[in-house]
């Protein structure tokens, strides 16, 4: 017989499939389609118990379901008994270090007694803050999605601030480490020498198989993203830089 294990993921995400059971006040654009894709693969390992906490703007209180075997958890991360995000003049979630968050996640967990917790994303500080209180209480992995301390280091906010910092104690109080590069791996074990890496990809999923097609181009470069140094346009532009030195006529399009 087969034993069963709890895993348990603390991470963010939202789809259409989750918001038509949770009915937030608010739609909310689907985020993070890696968490769901991954998690997808769980659903046919009859040995794994997985439970998913993630933060979910607009809704109220604690919301808990089962989808295909997965257990979901979501949590309002915001303004308590009303899903809604605390003002701008009075962050107070930013100001006690996501105090309430904390004990949600950590009610959560004890419920759960997970034989290991995966952390999915160190960047993300309300919800990853809540971390810490389970050190040496459980196995913990820390997945990398990215590194915010690399691309808003000289970003001087507050609320910045605070995540980097969140962020690199985490790279620096834990031992397990999931990645996806070798870039990502140097990038830990300069902050924690003793870091341990595990490789950990993600699921691409691809619902509609992709066939080419015969078209005229238009452009050779197309960009369809926020205008942000986090979401690449610098080294966008940097690059096309340096290829119009030998390519004049290269054009680029940035929606």
């Not at 904390?102 to 009610?107: A, M, Q, T």
């Not at 809540?130 to 001087?156: E, M, R, V, Y």
């Not at 979401?231 to 390519?247: A, N, P, V």
Request: glycine fraction near 4%; include cysteine; charged fraction near 20%.
């Amino acid at each position: 017989m087969q034993l069963s294990i709890k895993v348990a993921w603390i991470c963010h995400f939202s789809n259409k499939e989750v918001q038509d059971i949770l009915k937030p006040s608010r739609r909310i654009n689907e985020m993070a389609p890696w968490i769901p894709a991954l998690a997808e693969k769980f659903e046919e390992q009859k040995n794994i118990e997985l439970h998913i906490i993630s933060p979910h703007e607009y809704i109220i209180n604690y919301k808990y379901f089962i989808i295909r075997g997965i257990h979901y958890h979501f949590f309002n991360p915001h303004i308590p008994l009303w899903g809604r995000h605390w003002p701008g003049f009075f962050k107070f979630d930013f100001i006690t270090n996501f105090f309430i968050n904390k004990l949600i996640v950590k009610r959560i967990i004890n419920r759960i007694r997970p034989d290991i917790i995966n952390l999915h994303g160190a960047e993300n500080a309300y919800y990853s803050s809540t971390i810490f209180q389970f050190k040496n209480k459980f196995p913990i992995l820390i997945t990398i999605q990215g590194f915010l301390f690399k691309i808003s280091a000289d970003n001087n906010d507050f609320q910045t601030r605070k995540r980097i910092n969140c962020e690199i104690d985490i790279y620096k109080n834990f031992i397990h480490f999931g990645i996806r590069t070798i870039t990502m791996g140097n990038e830990i074990k300069q902050l924690n020498f003793d870091a341990s890496l595990h490789w950990h990809s993600y699921v691409v999923k691809i619902s509609t198989p992709l066939e080419q097609i015969n078209t005229s181009k238009r452009y050779d470069v197309v960009y369809f993203a926020r205008i942000s140094k986090s979401k690449g346009i610098e080294d966008l532009l940097h690059s096309i830089s340096m290829i119009k030195k030998t390519r004049n006529d290269i054009s680029v399009l940035i929606i």
